[in-house]
């Protein structure tokens, strides 16, 4: 099959790569020049400068220049081809719908040379971008008011997740096509034709309206999720003494009707997804005069997450952030990426800027390049405390108190780590509960707050509020 993937972010670098595994024709296309020369260099730094996934710079190397082709040119790729795949940003705008103008600027482009060309054989057009329901309708309208001849529209839906998305597009647990014809199914069978009765990835087709709807429902039971255990399991494990979160974890999820996945606690959940979408559905269902009263709680315990730690450092731990030199451990949205969108990083670095702190000394495995761009000085001066560095340990010294805020695997049990670099009085936040043995930390004279639990104090000293509850 000959196929034009627009837009070459995670979702289509990804897709357009793995497509060209199975040996279709793939031409990756995008209108940011400088992302393209990148591709086309097939390094791996400049393809990570951009996306940032394990095993895709192989990929890329591997089948660029035989099955996968990079261009700024669509007008010169359009002849032969039977699928366009749209994986163009769906932004949120102020008011929480999506703003579709990439989209129906790219397939305006697309429809005027689409009604050009010289071969007459059937073109499906793909949202493969998270839209809201009824876009693909509108994909078609605009492609009828060009006379594109011949042509079909289909949603199929992406589900990778990032820092993972090369395996899940190998091996997806589902495959979502929605389309009206009979001949629009059958090419994106072809497409897809190792998944379609495949013993265990569901091939599941339908109307392109009900594709659109999975998504969302999807990306927006995850938040549900994830934001039941930090808005009641965090909340008790706080509240009540002796409740112990890994614990009470395991108890409920044993349960098989029960999710392990998303049990966890954090300051929140970030990335490019899940808030927009669930702003956008919430805006959908609000506009059809539907209520969307549990969305918009999900989506407000999610953003409470985010900062809600320094204010308890505040009340419970009775420190103060002003003149203080915190070390931040995690920028990016969670571990395994450089992707910043969301992230709780943003929040906790507004909020402790806005608390006064002297310095932040940030520290993550990947996501500084991206950092130095999200905080730039130009944009606010306050970015200038921001300090970057190459390691935990760098970043520690002479701090008064850490705030982890990604779950990076480096972060785990850094209670050693933490007493060999700093001196108590000391308070440590932690935003994922990365620090299990944190009673070695209490003893030695280190305060220690995490989602799910109590404040502890160190040991030997009285708590200075009442909410506070001591190690002891
Ligand atoms: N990132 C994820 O994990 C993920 C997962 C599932 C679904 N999605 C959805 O997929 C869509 C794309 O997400 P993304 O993270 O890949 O976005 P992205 O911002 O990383 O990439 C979008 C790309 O489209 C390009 N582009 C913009 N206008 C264009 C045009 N007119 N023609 C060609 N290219 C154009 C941009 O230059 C950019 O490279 C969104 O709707 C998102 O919600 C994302």
Request: proline share 4%; aromatic share 10%.
């Amino acid at each position: 099959m000959k196929i034009i993937v627009a837009g070459t972010g995670f979702v289509g670098l990804t897709h357009a790569a793995v497509c060209s595994e199975y040996g279709h024709e793939v031409y990756a296309y995008d209108v940011d020049t400088k992302r393209i020369a990148a591709y086309k260099s097939a390094e791996r730094e400049q393809i990570e400068h951009y996306v940032n996934e394990p095993g895709l710079a192989e990929i890329i190397a591997e089948n660029i220049d035989r099955y996968l082709f990079f261009t700024t040119d669509v007008a010169s790729i359009i002849e032969g081809t039977d699928a366009i795949f749209m994986c163009l940003p769906t932004p949120p705008k102020a008011n929480g719908s999506t703003d579709l103008s990439y989209y129906t600027d790219a397939t305006h482009h697309l429809a005027g040379l689409l009604a050009k060309r010289q071969d007459q054989r059937r073109v499906v057009m793909i949202n493969k971008s998270t839209v809201p329901v009824g876009t693909a309708r509108m994909l078609e309208t605009i492609l009828k008011e060009h006379n594109v001849p011949n042509i079909g529209i289909a949603s199929n839906p992406e589900f990778l997740p990032e820092g993972d998305a090369v395996e899940r597009s190998r091996r997806p647990d589902r495959i979502v096509v929605g389309a009206d014809s009979e001949a629009d199914f059958s090419i994106m069978r072809r497409i897809y034709s190792q998944f379609v009765n495949h013993v265990r990835i569901r091939y599941i087709e339908t109307t392109p309206e009900t594709a659109e709807a999975i998504k969302y429902v999807a990306n927006t039971l995850l938040l549900t999720y994830i934001s039941f255990w930090n808005g009641v399991g965090a909340r008790l494990g706080e509240t009540f003494p002796n409740v112990r979160m890994e614990d009470l974890k395991r108890g409920v999820t044993s349960d098989n009707r029960i999710s392990t996945w998303g049990s966890y606690v954090s300051n929140g959940a970030g990335g490019s997804c899940f808030g927009k979408d669930i702003q956008s559905l919430i805006f959908q269902l609000k506009t059809a005069g539907q209520p969307a009263d549990l969305l918009q709680s999900v989506y407000n315990i999610n953003e409470y997450q985010k900062t809600y730690l320094i204010d308890r450092a505040i009340s419970e731990a009775g420190v103060s952030f002003n003149h203080k030199s915190v070390a931040l451990l995690g920028l990016s949205f969670k571990q395994r990426t450089n992707d910043m969108r969301d992230s709780s990083s943003l929040k906790v670095v507004e909020s402790l800027l806005a608390r006064g702190v002297r310095e932040i000394r940030a520290y993550d495995p990947l996501a500084i390049h991206e950092a130095k761009r999200y905080f730039s000085p130009e944009n606010n001066h306050l970015f200038e405390k921001i300090s970057y560095h190459e390691s935990v340990k760098e970043a520690l010294q002479g701090t008064d108190m850490l705030f982890i805020s990604t779950d990076w695997e480096e972060f785990r049990g850094l209670s050693r780590t933490i007493e060999q670099n700093v001196q108590p009085p000391y308070l440590v936040i932690d935003g994922r509960r990365m620090i299990p043995d944190y009673q070695e930390l209490t003893t030695r004279g280190f305060g220690y707050i995490a989602v799910g639990s109590p404040y502890y104090a160190p040991v030997g000293t009285a708590p200075e509020t009442e909410a506070a509850v001591s190690a002891q």
